[in-house]
């Protein structure tokens, strides 16, 4: 049985775990004026819960909760973020270990040394299970050819702001659609995590990335240059259709340019679209992808 089908006991009861302790990091914390801009320390244990058993009985890494990417992933998520509260950090933390890596159950404490005279530190300790993160998964079709790098970067970011970024595809070199007289598009896909609904999800989300980055619409060429463009290409497993709008879920794209579904499908090459039944991998394999250039595209935070 693979170990992420498996469910877990709540973490007062007997069960298997991996602890990570005393993750000393730097951190940019707080919500006081002299805190804004300030690097200080913060302090992070990590009780993960796991079936061991499977992995002592076969002696085989894949079956056990492999602590260094999990590690690796805080790293990255408290390095590149700034965080008000101690509280949002431990349940980007706990998110992060349940949602990405598939933890069955998990502890985060995480203090700060010094933030309270008279004290050695000041600290949090959350407890979750994947129940506490039913949130809905969607995959974001991204594409800029306007300063597309700074742009691209700019928009994950944002992303990541907004919500809880799971992966991130490949960037690809794209020749343009429609109007052939401009730039080549750079273009990807996200997976992500929000609790948000689709239309609120536009609204909230990918309309103020557009306006921040200066997103200018031509009213009578939809293939006209563009600093950014994102649309949502899939939802959950879901087919919804936004009556007196063009706006449909999934986005007809997919089906119809390598461009949105090549990307998508290294993230989630198994995904059946929802209205054809076929695979993602197997979408991308019929289109027509001549022109199309994987690029070794480095962004500040990389997610494995």
Same mark, same amino acid.
């Given at each position: 049985m693979d170990r992420r089908e498996q469910?877990?006991?709540?973490?007062?009861?007997?069960?298997?775990?991996?602890?990570?302790?005393n993750l000393r990091l730097r951190a940019r914390i707080g919500f006081s004026p002299h805190e804004l801009d300030t690097w200080q320390d913060v302090v992070i244990n990590l009780r993960l819960g796991s079936i061991a058993r499977l992995a002592g009985e076969s002696d085989d890494p894949a079956d056990a909760l492999n602590y260094k990417p999990i590690s690796k992933a805080i790293i990255q998520l408290v390095s590149s973020r700034r965080f008000a509260l101690l509280e949002k950090l431990a349940e980007e933390v706990a998110c992060l270990a349940i949602g990405r890596f598939g933890a069955a159950c998990v502890e985060v404490s995480v203090h700060k040394p010094g933030a309270l005279r008279h004290s050695d530190s000041v600290g949090v300790r959350i407890a979750r299970q994947?129940?506490?993160?039913?949130?809905?998964?969607?995959?974001?079709?991204?594409?800029?050819?306007?300063?597309?790098?700074?742009?691209?970067?700019?928009?994950?970011?944002? /992303?990541?702001?907004?919500?809880?970024? /799971?992966?991130?595809?490949?960037?690809?070199?794209?020749?343009?659609?429609?109007?052939?007289?401009?730039?080549? $598009?750079?273009?990807?896909?996200?997976?992500?995590?929000?609790?948000?609904?689709?239309?609120? $999800?536009?609204?909230?989300?990918?309309?103020?990335?557009e306006t921040a980055l200066k997103r200018q619409r031509a009213p009578h060429n939809v293939n006209a240059p563009r600093s950014i463009d994102l649309d949502i290409?899939?939802?959950?497993?879901?087919?919804?259709?936004?009556?007196?709008?063009?706006?449909?879920?999934?986005?007809?794209?997919?089906?119809?340019?390598?461009?949105?579904?090549?990307?998508?499908?290294?993230?989630?090459?198994?995904?059946?679209?929802?209205?054809?039944?076929?695979?993602?991998?197997?979408?991308?394999?019929? /289109?027509?992808?001549?022109?199309?250039?994987?690029?070794?595209?480095? $962004?500040?935070?990389?997610?494995?």
């Open positions: 469910t877990a006991p709540p973490m007062d009861s007997p069960i298997d775990s991996i602890e990570i302790l994947p129940a506490d993160y039913a949130r809905n998964i969607a995959y974001i079709a991204l594409g800029s050819n306007i300063a597309p790098e700074q742009n691209l970067r700019a928009a994950i970011a944002l /992303l990541r702001a907004w919500t809880t970024v /799971l992966a991130l595809s490949p960037v690809y070199r794209s020749p343009p659609q429609g109007d052939r007289q401009q730039a080549d $598009f750079l273009n990807m896909a996200v997976k992500l995590h929000t609790v948000r609904a689709p239309l609120e $999800f536009k609204r909230r989300v990918i309309d103020r990335i290409a899939l939802w959950n497993e879901e087919a919804l259709e936004y009556g007196g709008k063009p706006w449909r879920i999934p986005d007809p794209d997919i089906v119809r340019y390598a461009h949105v579904a090549v990307p998508l499908a290294e993230l989630a090459p198994g995904y059946r679209h929802p209205q054809t039944g076929e695979s993602l991998r197997k979408i991308a394999a019929r /289109l027509d992808a001549n022109g199309m250039k994987k690029l070794d595209f480095d $962004f500040d935070e990389k997610l494995d």
